[in-house]
Nanobody
Framework: QVQLVESGGGLVQPGGSLRLSCAAS????????IGWFRQAPGKEREGVSC???????YDTDSVKGRFTISRDNAKNTVYLQMNSLKPEDTAVYYC???????????????WGQGTQVTVSS
């Protein structure tokens, strides 16, 4: 069956870095776009970064220059390198798979269970 499993979350101080991983199985990974989304308490889920099957990437304005999304098709894995983290980056981070690389969460068919990222001193 289709599975997306996120890992790499945790507690980090402001200015620190984390790398999230999204391991996929059960579908032809290389043909799919993958998006990273996040949801903070009391807020709606929002798009962070996404990457299409050709490796083209898109980032929301608040993370440009700080976050980098990449994919390794040989490992069926997408990564989100997060640098210069801020307290406002605190959220549960989800990866999702869909046909198109978009920040619209409704365009994604498969979702992971999420991983918590907490940025605090």
């Amino acid at each position: 069956q289709v599975q997306l499993v996120e890992s790499g979350g945790g507690l980090v101080q402001p200015g620190g870095s984390l790398r999230l991983s999204c391991a996929a199985s059960g579908f032809t990974f290389r043909y799919y776009a993958i998006g990273w989304f996040r949801q903070a308490p009391g807020k709606e889920r929002e798009g962070v970064s996404c990457i299409d099957s050709d490796g083209n990437t898109y980032d929301t304005d608040s993370v440009k220059g700080r976050f980098t999304i990449s994919r390794d098709n040989a490992k069926n894995t997408v990564y989100l390198q997060m640098n210069s983290l801020k307290p406002e980056d605190t959220a549960v981070y989800y990866c999702a798979a869909g046909v198109y690389a978009t920040m619209n969460l409704h365009e994604y068919h498969y979702w992971g269970q999420g991983t918590q990222v907490t940025v605090s001193s």
